[in-house]
Nanobody, 114 residues
Framework: QLQVVESGGGLVQPGGSLRLSCLAS????????MRWYRQLLGKEREWVAT????????RYADSVEGRFTIARDNVKRTLSLQMDSLSVNDTAVYYC???????WGRGTQVTVSS
């Protein structure tokens, strides 16, 4: 089956860091760009970052530019999101997305709180 599974979420203090991961299966992962989205409490789901199939190009939402880094390992079939300098405004459920097949993970909770 075609699926992506997120992991790595948790509780972190403001200014801290977390690294999320996403394991893909059931499709040719290396052929397609991948995305991270998030949904803040009471808000609609929003785009966070995109990475090209090769991993050579990335784009970020203004809200995370300079703090988050998207990466991929096409051998391990994993997507990652390194999150630094976290603030309470980053508290959300984070989702991995494969646009070509419209595959969504179930999400992983990130809570930033003192």
């Amino acid at each position: 089956q075609l699926q992506v599974v997120e992991s790595g979420g948790g509780l972190v203090q403001p200014g801290g860091s977390l690294r999320l991961s996403c394991l893909a299966s059931g499709f040719t992962f290396s052929n397609y760009p991948m995305r991270w989205y998030r949904q803040l409490l009471g808000k609609e789901r929003e785009w966070v970052a995109t990475i090209s199939d090769s991993g050579d190009f990335a784009r970020y939402a203004d809200s995370v530019e300079g703090r988050f880094t998207i990466a991929r390992d096409n051998v391990k079939r994993t997507l990652s999101l390194q999150m630094d300098s976290l603030s309470v405004n980053d508290t959300a459920v984070y989702y991995c997305h494969a646009p070509v097949h419209d595959i969504w993970g179930r999400g992983t909770q990130v809570t930033v709180s003192s």
